[in-house]
């Protein structure tokens, strides 16, 4: 038996398709384009690609997007004076700090200062707390919910109830919200993290494992039930002769696919679906900011 690979690519560029639809339906109703501001502060390498594809994915589904770039010196009260203006300036739908932010800067300040209306990130407490209590948000962290999605496209019709997952990670920006998702659909999750004894006896039983830790190829054989489906989150760049390095997940994707059912590649798994849910979180503010309705994109996908 071989795993499937679960395409990310193809996943995302449906999900992408479905949300130009919607941007182009909010058009129609409001004389405008949904909006979305990136505020990127300094000039980190990775950061500044990221925005880069953010950028141009929002363009090519139709939204109207700009990158503010601030300098490597601004201070946490120009940030926050620049977030104040973005949240009171009606035609800003969504607002995004590009993290992660100089070490002068408390993010958590940052994000409580974002309009929870306009959090297309899904960090700000107030989103955080309705995704926890089971209120409901539209907008949720961005990777976690991607990663939601493609697990359901592994499972096709059957549903996530009953089945037990394990997330291996406990950040605010990927574990945590994601086991707050896969609870709400009714999986039975355990979360494992830096402290955890014998995580690999633990994702053994998970019908679902969802890597998210940031250590290269960290989960092998060892770790999969038979046909279980596999989410690699991790993004590693490792070391190559030729001194350029590559890039890898958390998870060894050569000795789990003998017996794993399913498992997303690195790159072209998580990260592409990441972008795509900004898109629709960014559309799903608009139409609600502004009375419009529309239907979640994400839906049915
Ligand atoms: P983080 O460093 O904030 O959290 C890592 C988590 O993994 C922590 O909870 C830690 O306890 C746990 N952990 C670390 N080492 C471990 C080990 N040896 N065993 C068990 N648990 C361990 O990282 P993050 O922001 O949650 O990101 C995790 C990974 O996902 C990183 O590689 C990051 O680059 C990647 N990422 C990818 C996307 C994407 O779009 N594909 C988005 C966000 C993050």
């Known amino acids: 038996m071989t795993a499937d690979l679960i395409d990310g690519k193809a996943l995302a560029a449906d999900l992408r398709a479905r949300v130009a639809d919607a941007a182009a339906a909010f058009e129609t109703a409001c004389g405008r384009k949904p909006c979305l501001r990136v505020l990127l502060v300094g000039d980190h390498p990775a950061s500044q690609a990221y925005v880069r594809s953010k950028e141009r994915a929002a363009h090519r589904s139709g939204l109207d997007s700009t990158v503010e770039r601030l300098s490597a010196e601004t201070g946490q009260a120009a940030l926050l004076a620049r977030i104040a203006a973005l949240n009171a300036d009606g035609g800003v739908d969504g607002i995004l700090v590009q993290l992660p932010l100089p070490a002068r800067i408390d993010p958590e300040a940052v994000i409580a200062a974002i309009d929870p209306a306009k959090d297309v990130d899904g960090f700000h407490p107030v989103n955080a707390g309705r995704l926890m209590t089971g209120l409901g948000t539209p907008l949720v962290p961005c990777t976690p919910y991607g990663c939601l999605l493609l697990i359901r496209k592994a499972l096709g019709t059957a549903s996530l109830a009953g089945r037990t997952a394990f997330v291996l990670g406990r950040s605010n920006i990927v574990g945590k919200p994601l086991a707050l998702l896969l609870l709400a659909a009714d999986a039975t999750v355990t979360i494992g993290h830096s402290r ?18 940031g250590r290269p190829h960290l989960v092998g054989a060892d770790w999969v039930k038979p046909g279980a489906v596999i989410i690699d989150v991790g993004i590693n760049r490792i070391p190559t002769e030729d001194g350029k390095g590559r ?55």
């Open 247 to 301: 890039l890898v997940g958390d998870v060894d994707i050569a000795s789990v696919r003998p017996i794993a059912g399913s498992v997303t590649p690195v790159p072209g798994g998580v990260g592409p679906m990441t972008i795509a849910v900004l898109l629709r979180n960014t559309v799903l503010a608009a139409a609600a900011r502004n009375g419009v309705s529309i239907a979640d994109p994400a839906e049915g996908l």
């Open 196 to 213: 955890t004894a014998d995580p690999a006896c633990l994702a053994r039983r998970a019908d679902i494992l969802v890597a998210a830790a």
